[in-house]
T-cell receptor, first 114, second 113 residues
Framework: DAGVIQSPRHEVTEMGQEVTLRCKPISGHDYLFWYRQTMMRGLELLIYFNNNVPIDDSGMPEDRFSAKMPNASFSTLKIQPSEPRDSAVYFC????????????FGEGSRLTVL | GDSVTQMEGPVTLSEEAFLTINCTYTATGYPSLFWYVQYPGEGLQLLLKATKADDKGSNKGFEATYRKETTSFHLEKGSVQVSDSAVYFCALSDQRGSYIPTFGRGTSLIVHP
């Protein structure tokens, strides 16, 4: 399997612009997670899906952030409008569930908002 | 709620030194315990895991033992290499609870030649 695939790997944008990050989970995995990583706050869980349904979005920082999973093989995280404090590395991870607890991470999308 | 506490880094060692990174946890259920490693510019990847008390997880020369009596899962390696330089995350997943993993803050390891 190719693993979890994220795009873009790097994104530089200006404040106020819309940013869309994309994720393709490992085929057959029931869970999909979006994390944000910064030096100050470490690794933060933003939202997770089970069978394409959002289960917990309490980690989404504010209404500017939204996430969708229209099918089992694709998810997006959107920031609109973006702000400099959104600069971070955003990770997507998937898991087969079944109580295994192990997550498979993508390589991340590094976002810089100027 | 569940939580994981790791020693703060960075941990700086010379090549071939012995490594210990401490991890303690709090959980109300029956957690599985994990160590993940993040190399520069990459995502996290599973290093090792243990699913019940007294289990020892091991991989790439690293090992950790699930100690229920001390609620700990310390990571050890007998002889580190420069290529082990990375950030190490301890995590737990409560198999009878929400299942969603809880991560520690991560510990940066720097190994000098």
């Amino acid at each position: 399997d190719a693993g979890v695939i994220q795009s873009p790997r790097h994104e530089v944008t200006e404040m106020g612009q819309e940013v869309t990050l994309r994720c393709k989970p490992i085929s057959g995995h029931d869970y999909l997670f979006w994390y944000r990583q910064t030096m100050m706050r470490g690794l933060e869980l933003l939202i997770y899906f089970n069978n394409n349904v959002p289960i917990d979005d309490s980690g989404m920082p504010e209404d500017r952030f939204s996430a969708k999973m229209p099918n089992a093989s694709f998810s997006t995280l959107k920031i609109q409008p973006s702000e400099p404090r959104d600069s971070a590395v955003y990770f997507c991870a998937s898991s087969p569930g079944s109580g295994a607890g192990e997550l498979f991470f993508g390589e991340g999308s590094r976002l810089t908002v100027l | 709620g569940d939580s994981v506490t790791q020693m703060e880094g960075p941990v700086t060692l010379s090549e071939e030194a012995f490594l210990t990174i401490n991890c303690t946890y709090t959980a109300t259920g029956y957690p599985s315990l994990f160590w993940y490693v993040q190399y520069p510019g990459e995502g996290l990847q599973l290093l090792l895991k243990a699913t019940k008390a007294d289990d020892k997880g091991s991989n790439k020369g690293f090992e950790a033992t699930y100690r229920k009596e001390t609620t700990s899962f310390h990571l050890e390696k007998g002889s580190v290499q420069v290529s082990d330089s990375a950030v190490y995350f301890c995590a737990l997943s409560d198999q009878r609870g929400s299942y969603i993993p809880t991560f520690g803050r991560g510990t940066s390891l720097i190994v000098h030649p």
